[in-house]
């Protein structure tokens, strides 16, 4: 198997990998804060009184599901500009069957 093939190839499913964490992660993050935030909107209608409490619990999971997506995204970002774990692994192993 040529070299150049299988580096164009691991480099390939690593773009699509990382768009696909990063694309996911974001997509998540949309319906996680629609569905937060009508729940919220559902809350304060029943009872007004508990507005405070409720939005500090809103901001709370809103952090939490916010965070989710960052990790997300900068795991991507690593597979696609840091040292391609991926393509480490496949060279070393190109390299065994070859010798």
Do not use: H
């Not at 809350?43 to 999971?61: C, D, K, N």
Request: charged letters at 10%.
């Amino acid at each position: 198997m040529d070299i150049a093939s299988v580096v164009g190839q691991v480099q390939g499913y690593t773009a699509i990998a990382a768009g696909l964490l990063i694309g996911l992660a974001s997509l998540g993050t949309a319906v996680g804060f629609g569905v937060l935030g009508g729940k919220f909107l559902e809350g304060v209608a029943r009872q007004p009184e508990l507005t405070p409490m409720l939005m500090m619990r809103m901001f709370l999971m809103a952090a939490l599901v916010d965070a989710f997506a960052a990790i997300s995204i900068a795991m991507g970002l690593y597979i696609m500009f840091a040292a391609n774990p991926f393509l480490t692994g496949a060279l070393a192993v190109l390299k065994q069957t070859t010798s």
